[in-house]
């Protein structure tokens, strides 16, 4: 594996992209208290930098997906971890680190929906429609990028790579079998 230099998204405009998205989930929310619903484990560095961003009130709540075996999504999405505190009648945003080909999204929609909340929206970091295979919302993205597997700002390959902050490419060297997922 090696890691492409200089970064796809440098650490500077990650921050002016996190600003601009906050600007844009407090402009829609009118002030109502919102509940950040971030997806561990990738999620993390992106909703803490955006909840320091917001003015609207809002409370973090935590929820882990897995859907990847390495660098490949394996279309079965298991939540291991869900909050136990009820999001009915809250509005949530849901907050992932990258939209990709929609199954675990669309999973965590669907499970958000039982809870009875008065309003969900997504908003994520970056988005990959090359690899979308189910429809989902795109309420607040960051960045479009095209078919890259990419790490860092808490994207990662098996658990490397996530403290870098900035976003790079990570190309196989041969060695993995890495194909852009």
């Keep these: 594996m090696r890691l492409c230099d200089p970064p796809l998204i440098p650490a500077r405009a990650i921050q ?9 989930v407090d402009r829609d929310g009118d002030g109502q208290d919102l509940v950040l619903m971030t997806v561990l484990k990738g999620a993390i560095y992106f909703a803490a930098d955006l909840s320091r961003q ?9 929820c882990r997906a897995r859907s990847y075996a390495g660098n490949e999504s394996t279309g079965q999405v298991q939540i291991p971890i869900w909050p136990d ?7 949530v945003l849901l ?16 499970r958000l929906k039982l809870e ?16 979308r295979v189910i429809p989902i919302p795109e309420d607040y993205v ?3 990028i095209g078919n890259h597997f990419v790490v860092g700002y808490g994207l990662d390959y098996e658990e490397h790579y996530r403290g870098l902050d900035a976003v790079h ?3 196989d060297d041969g060695s993995s079998g890495l194909d852009g997922g």
């Design 142 to 144: 960051g960045l479009t």
């Design 169 to 171: 490419v990570l190309e």
């Design 16 to 24: 002016k992209l996190v600003a601009e998205l906050a600007t844009a």
């Design 54 to 62: 917001l003015e609207t009130p809002h409370r973090l709540e935590f």
């Design 85 to 91: 505190k009820s999001l009915a009648g809250q509005r």
């Design 95 to 110: 907050v992932e680190d990258i939209l990709d080909t929609g199954r675990t999204t669309a999973v965590l929609l669907d």
């Design 116 to 131: 009875g909340p008065a309003d969900t929206r997504v908003c994520a970091l970056l988005n990959k429609p090359s690899r």
